[in-house]
């Protein structure tokens, strides 16, 4: 399967009156066309920030700090969304790459008909209002929704429709990729499970490749087909779902993955400590100071994101040639 995205080196912060604080630390990621990757962890780990980065929709005091972040379509075609110049940007954005922002369901304008907020962007992006009226009906019915939403306006329908309608927004001009951001949030069980189905339709019908971020594990291993999970703004482990939950390596995944209740009646355990805040983070991995396999190393170098194995990677020192790894 050939890469769609390659993030290389990707660092962003917040900057403050004393200088920038650092929430998301070079991070090497792919992802596969056709794929959805879910990136999972804490509130606070530098996943959204990370997505903003993606999408160049990073606002003061979130800064870019280096990185690259090349786009390859199906063509051939090869962007670097870092390099891209803003008017250029937005005629990219929704044409081949869309954002489903966090709270999505309260992005809808209140005042203004589902039909006009939707037919102005697919217009704005080069569709006559014709082709722009066809190709929104065809969208919400992607989604599971009538073609008569359009004439309602936000109020008159539930979070799990107006949820639908994002979700039908930004697939609606056939975007090779679609951020997500915590997509499902707010939604009871019910509509999640039918939206995430939704989405691996689209997936199937249209080749979209989805990025999937959220806290939620229950989340990724219904829907997803790889995963990276992320701490304190680094990336500890990235594989298959079904790899990474059979046989979580890092440390950390192996805690969020026990935090998950398997049957009833289960003692949950849970992850001990705090997450660290990004004005704070502990030198080495920055995973020591909760982790229940710490040595000598982990509090004095950074590990790096290293194979081990067909699809797997994993940033943690006790997986390199010196580390006893039962020690």
Known sequence: MSILLRIRNLSAGLQ??????????????????????????ESGCGKSTMAAAILQLLTLPQVLQSGSIQLTLENGENYDLLEMPERTLRQFR?????????????????????RRQMIDTLIEHGLTREEALMRAGEALEQVNLEPRVLD????????????????????????ALVVADELTTALDVVTQRQILQQMAAIRDELG???????????????????????YAGRIGEVGGVRDVFAAPLHPYSQALIA???????????????EAPSPW????????????????????????????????????????????????
């Open 16 to 41: 403050g009156r004393r200088g920038i604080t650092q929430v998301v630390s070079n991070v090497d990621l792919d992802v596969e066309a056709g794929e959805i990757l879910g990136i999972v962890g």
């Open 94 to 114: 929704w044409r081949h790459l869309s954002y489903i922002p966090q709270g999505s369901m309260n992005s809808l304008n209140p005042v203004l008909r589902v």
């Open 152 to 175: 309602s306006h936000p109020h008159e329908l539930s979070g799990g429709m107006r949820q639908r309608v994002i979700i039908a927004l930004a697939v609606s001009m056939r975007p």
């Open 208 to 230: 979209t490749t989805f990025i999937l971020i959220t806290h939620d594990m229950g989340v990724v291993a219904q829907v997803a087909d790889r995963m990276a999970v992320m």
């Open 259 to 273: 935090s998950i209740p398997q049957q009833s009646g289960q003692r949950v355990e849970g992850l001990p400590g």
């Open 280 to 327: 704070n983070y502990p030198a080495g991995c920055r995973f020591h100071t909760r982790c229940p396999r710490v040595f000598a190393p982990c509090s004095e170098q950074v590990p790096e994101l290293e194979a081990q194995g067909a699809g797997r990677l994993t940033a943690c020192h006790l997986f390199e040639e010196e580390a006893v790894i039962d020690g």
